[in-house]
Structures are given as structure tokens and as C-alpha cells.
């Protein structure tokens, strides 16, 4: 007898989660099938009836991490980008506390993987930069450069304190893309 669709979409919901957290945290070659299903707290078996390969699953937790982080911009309210800015780049975020941006965690795995990967964290990209346009201020021609500016300044910022051993650094770092994100926002006001 199949599983009623609910619980099958749960399931699928539950194995992107850890899909999400452990490959943003750990990358695609640390994080084996089993790890994967023991997170999610479903057996290996359950796997193979939601997706086909572990790369199939990478691109669709990419997607699955943007639009989580879609979901949390939009409880921010009218002063969403600020707030993001100024949550996005954190220590917390940096270590993977809460939100795990996958365009800032995955930026350095992903480049090393197979074009269909490359692609879902293309258009997860694409729509980010569309959304950080959408919530910018201005109708300023300058505004979609912006968003590019943006994004690259919270992605760029999250992924480089990633990689520092110097927390001091790293703080330091955060900062100085905090004030120049903010002065983004701020620019078509």
C-alpha cells in the first residue's frame, strides 16, 4: 500500500533539511547517504523512493536552502533588506547556527561539481539577486548593479569569514561588508 502524499512530501521535506544543513556545513563528498538518512531520521531505503543520486538531491538542497531563505526574508517585513544585511552577516550565520545561506556555504563545493549542480545553484542565485532588486529602494537605473553589488558583498563576505582562522579578522571582515551592504540599501532612499 504507497504512502498517503502527505506523508510521502514530508518525508521528501525531511531528507532536503539535513540535505540543506549537512551540505552547507560539511560539503558533497563529506556527507555520505547514510549520514544523510541518519540525520533526517529515515532509513537509507527511503532515499532511493524520493531521489535517484546524492546529486540529484545536491541540486535540489540547493534550491530547496534558497527558497528557505526566501521564506525568512519575507518575515522580515518592510525593513527586510537591512535586517539581512545586518543578520546575514554574522558570526552566527558564519558558523551555521541558524539560517545557512547556500549560495555563501556551497560557493566553493559547488564549483567542483557537475554542470546540473552548477545550474540549480545558478538559478538560486538568479533569483536572489531578482529579489534583493525587488527590495531595493529607487528607481534608479542603478538599481539591478545594486543588487549584483549586494549579493556579492553578502555571499562574498559570509564565504571569505568562512574561511579565515583569524576570528578577530573575520569580525573585522563582517563589518566593513555590514556598513557597505547598508550603504546599498540605503543608496535609493
Known amino acids: 500500500m504507497p504512502w498517503p502524499e ?3 512530501d514530508h518525508t521528501r521535506q525531511r531528507i532536503l533539511d ?6 552547507a556545513l560539511h560539503g558533497f563528498d563529506a556527507i555520505s547517504l547514510d ?3 541518519a540525520d533526517a ?3 537509507r531505503g527511503a532515499f532511493y523512493h524520493h531521489f535517484r543520486t546524492k546529486t540529484e538531491l545536491y541540486g535540489e538542497a540547493i534550491i530547496h536552502a534558497g527558497k528557505a531563505g526566501s521564506a525568512y526574508l519575507d518575515t522580515l517585513g518592510d525593513a527586510g533588506l537591512a535586517l539581512l544585511v545586518e543578520h546575514y552577516l554574522r558570526v552566527s550565520h558564519c558558523e551555521g547556527e541558524n539560517l545557512r545561506c547556500p549560495l555563501a556555504f556551497m560557493a566553493t563545493d559547488v564549483t567542483h561539481r557537475e ?3 552548477r545550474r540549480s545553484y545558478t538559478r538560486t542565485f538568479e533569483a536572489f539577486v531578482k529579489r534583493l532588486q525587488a527590495g531595493l529602494a529607487g528607481a534608479s537605473p542603478r538599481v539591478r548593479e545594486r543588487a549584483f553589488q549586494l549579493a556579492a558583498t553578502l555571499i562574498g563576505g559570509v564565504a571569505i569569514a568562512r574561511a579565515l582562522d583569524d576570528p578577530e579578522l573575520a569580525q573585522e571582515l563582517l563589518a566593513a561588508c ?11 532612499s
Open 115 to 117: 554542470q546540473k549542480i
Open 41 to 43: 531520521g529515515l532509513t
Open 18 to 23: 539535513s540535505a540543506a544543513r549537512l551540505f
Open 178 to 188: 555590514r556598513e557597505g551592504g547598508q550603504a546599498l540599501v540605503d543608496e535609493g
Open 35 to 37: 549520514d544523510l538518512m
Open 6 to 8: 502527505e506523508q510521502r
